[in-house]
C-alpha cells in the first residue's frame, strides 16, 4: 500500500476551506500587540499568549536588535558545542532566581524543553503520571522515554491517589502538570498534589508555560500556592509572557546538570539565537521591575470573565486571563468564530482532540496591553454574535 494513500484521503480540512469555515494558519500581515491585521483588516486580537504585551516594548525590541548587532543572527552550533554564550548563562542564572529554583537550563523551544526532559529523567523502571488536559509536549516527552505512562483524570485528587497506589514503590515516579492549563484557564491544585507526592515517593514538575508572567505575580503558579520549595522541575516557555522564543526547565543544580548532559531535544539541537535570548532577558527585567504591568493583566482577565458571565456564556473554570467560550458541538464553535472574526475580533477555535468532545470552545486570552475599550468592544461584539448563533 502507498504510504501516501492517507494524504490523498484525507479531506476534512478541505471541505472547512471550500466552505470558507478554516480558522488556521492564518497569515497575518500584521502583527501589534493588541492588534493584528489580516488582508487589511484590522482585529482586536483575543487569542495571543502575549500576555503582557512585551513583543512590542521598545526595550524589548532594542534589546534583541543590540544582540543581532553584537552576535549576529545565530550561533550555528548547539549548547553542546560552540552554541552557548555568556548570554545564554546569564539568562538561566536569572531564571533560576526569579522562579525560586538553584539552577536553569535554556532550551531552544518551550517543545525541546519537555521533550528532553521528560524522556532523559523516566527510565524503563519509571512511570510517568500525567493530567489528562497535560499539554502534547508533555505527552511526547514520555513517548520518547522508555518508561510508562498513567493518567488521572483533570485535576481529580482522588483518582491521582488510585493511579499513584497503583504503581510499585520500586518503581521511580514523576507527576507532571500544567501550572495555569493552556485550555480551560484553571490552576493544577498544587497545594492537594505535593502532599499526594511526598505520600507516594514521587517527584512533581509543573509545565507553567502559560504561568509564568501570569500566576503568582508573575514568578508562576508554585509561587501562587508558595510551593516553589515543594515542586522539583519548574519548566516555562519563552513564546509567550517573554515574548521571544525557547524555554527552560529550573530546579536543584544536580538534575539541571543530568539534565544538561542527557537531554537530546538540547544536545542534538542548534541554541536558542542572540536576538531570542536577549528579549527574553530583557522581559525578565520588566517583569522584575514593573510588577503594575502583571496586576494590569490580572484586572483585564477579570474583568473580561465577569463580563462573559453576564452575558450567560460558559467560560468553565477560569481563573485567569485564560478565559474559554465552551461551546459543545464542532459547527456553533466554527460559526462563532467566523461570526466574530466578520466583525473584528480574534479567536482560536478549539475542537477534538485538543479538547474531549462536548467541551469544543473558542480560547481567548487577554493581555496586560489591552485597553479598556478594545475589552468593552469585544464583549459587545461577542453578545451580538452569541444571539445570531444561538449561543446565547
Known amino acids: 500500500m502507498d504510504i501516501f494513500q492517507k494524504c490523498y484521503e484525507y479531506d476534512m480540512i478541505k471541505q472547512m476551506i471550500a466552505a470558507d469555515h478554516y480558522p488556521y494558519f492564518l497569515p497575518l500581515s500584521e502583527s501589534e500587540g493588541t492588534i493584528a491585521e489580516y488582508k487589511g483588516r484590522k482585529l482586536i486580537m483575543c487569542g495571543s499568549n502575549n500576555y503582557l504585551g512585551l513583543t512590542t516594548h521598545p526595550k524589548v ?10 552576535y549576529g543572527t545565530s550561533c550555528t552550533g548547539s549548547r553542546f558545542l560552540n552554541g552557548s ?16 529554583k538553584e539552577s536553569a537550563l535554556v532550551f531552544s523551544t518551550g517543545m525541546q524543553v519537555n521533550l528532553g526532559t521528560i524522556s532523559s529523567l523516566i527510565g524503563r523502571q519509571d512511570v510517568a503520571i500525567l493530567d489528562k488536559d497535560a499539554h502534547a509536549s508533555i505527552y511526547d516527552g514520555v513517548k520518547l522515554s522508555y518508561g510508562k505512562m498513567e493518567r488521572f483524570a483533570h485535576n481529580d485528587m482522588a483518582h491521582l491517589r488510585r493511579v499513584l497506589e497503583s504503581i510499585p514503590e520500586s518503581a521511580g515516579k514523576l507527576i507532571i502538570v500544567d501550572g495555569l492549563f493552556s485550555m480551560e484557564g484553571d490552576l493544577a491544585k ?5 502532599p499526594l507526592a511526598k505520600e507516594f515517593g514521587a517527584r512533581l514538575m509543573v509545565d507553567d508555560a502559560h504561568g509564568i508572567g501570569v500566576t503568582g505575580g508573575g514568578r508562576g503558579t508554585s509561587a501562587q500556592f508558595g510551593l516553589t520549595d515543594e515542586v522539583d522541575l519548574i519548566m516555562s516557555t519563552f513564546s509567550k509572557s ?9 530546579g ?20 536558542i539565537q542572540p536576538a531570542s535570548a536577549a528579549a527574553a532577558l530583557m522581559s ?16 483585564n482577565g477579570a474583568k473580561m470573565r465577569e463580563g462573559f458571565q453576564k452575558l450567560g456564556f460558559d467560560i468553565g ?23 466574530l472574526f466578520d466583525k473584528g475580533v480574534y479567536v482560536n477555535s478549539v475542537i477534538s482532540p485538543a479538547v474531549p468532545a462536548g467541551r ?6 487577554y493581555m496586560a496591553t489591552h485597553t479598556a475599550e478594545q475589552l468593552d468592544l469585544v464583549l459587545e461584539i461577542f453578545e451580538e454574535v452569541g444571539k445570531e448563533v444561538g449561543l446565547i
Open 61 to 70: 525590541r532594542e534589546a534583541a536588535i543590540q544582540a543581532i548587532e553584537k
Open 85 to 100: 554564550l555568556e548570554m545564554h548563562e546569564q539568562l538561566e542564572h536569572e531564571i533560576a532566581e526569579y522562579v525560586g
Open 190 to 194: 498544587l497545594d492537594e498534589i505535593v
Open 242 to 250: 517573554f515574548a521571544s522564543l525557547g524555554g527552560f526547565i529550573a
Open 252 to 271: 536543584d543544580e544536580d538534575i539541571v546538570h543530568y539534565i544538561k548532559h542527557n537531554a537530546r531535544s538540547m544536545i542534538f539541537s542548534a541554541s
Open 284 to 299: 525578565l527585567k520588566i517583569m522584575r521591575e514593573e510588577p503594575e504591568i502583571n496586576q494590569q493583566l490580572i484586572r
Open 317 to 339: 473554570h477560569s481563573v485567569t486571563p485564560v478565559v474559554p467560550i465552551v461551546i459543545g458541538n464542532n459547527e456553533q464553535t466554527f460559526g462563532m468564530a467566523r461570526g
Open 360 to 365: 469544543q470552545m473558542l480560547r481567548t486570552s
